[in-house]
């Protein structure tokens, strides 16, 4: 946090509970997705993540807009890049969540390689100051994978 310029602060009262202060600073915020809110522009969601057990909770994030018409899964980086260059989906409707951690390459270089930065959200398990890094630097949004569950939505009018 402090790498960004931003701070953690506790506020902890007895017997009442704690209170977490995440500060983000503005200039750097795009990257870890809370400016970015995606979901009204889109028409389908693409999930790519090698465990088929968190396609199904990742897509009930998003299963509040009723706009996302259709819902893609991928274990594999090659079926994903298959699908893109299929031309089954128009990649600016499409909504891609992409787990770093893949078995054949990172998500980064998926999002980076198929020009996803607008229309993609990165989830990682383990986020590296590099990988930071290299997302604020190519403008790649992330978001932690274990934080997706609480994921907020906000629809526009």
Do not use: W
């Not at 999002?111 to 930071?132: F, G, H, K, V």
């Amino acid at each position: 946090m402090e790498y960004i310029g931003g701070k953690i602060s506790l506020e902890s009262t007895e017997e009442v509970g704690t209170k977490v202060i995440l500060e983000i600073p503005y200039t750097k915020r795009l990257a870890f997705s809370h400016d970015f809110n995606p979901i009204n522009p889109y028409q389908a969601l693409v999930i790519l993540d090698a465990d088929p057990s968190i396609h199904l909770s990742m897509a009930k994030v998003f299963e509040k807009n009723r706009t996302m018409e259709k819902k893609y899964f991928f274990e594999t980086i090659t079926a994903a890049t298959d699908f893109i260059t299929s031309g089954s989906s128009n990649k600016k409707n499409t909504l891609f969540l992409v787990d770093n951690d893949l078995p054949e390459s990172t998500g980064y270089s998926f999002i980076r390689d198929n020009n996803l930065q607008s229309s993609s959200i990165l989830l990682t398990a383990i986020l590296t100051e590099e990988l930071m890094e290299q997302c604020i630097n190519d403008r790649i949004h992330f978001f932690p994978k274990n934080l997706i569950n609480y994921y907020q939505i906000e629809r526009s009018q």
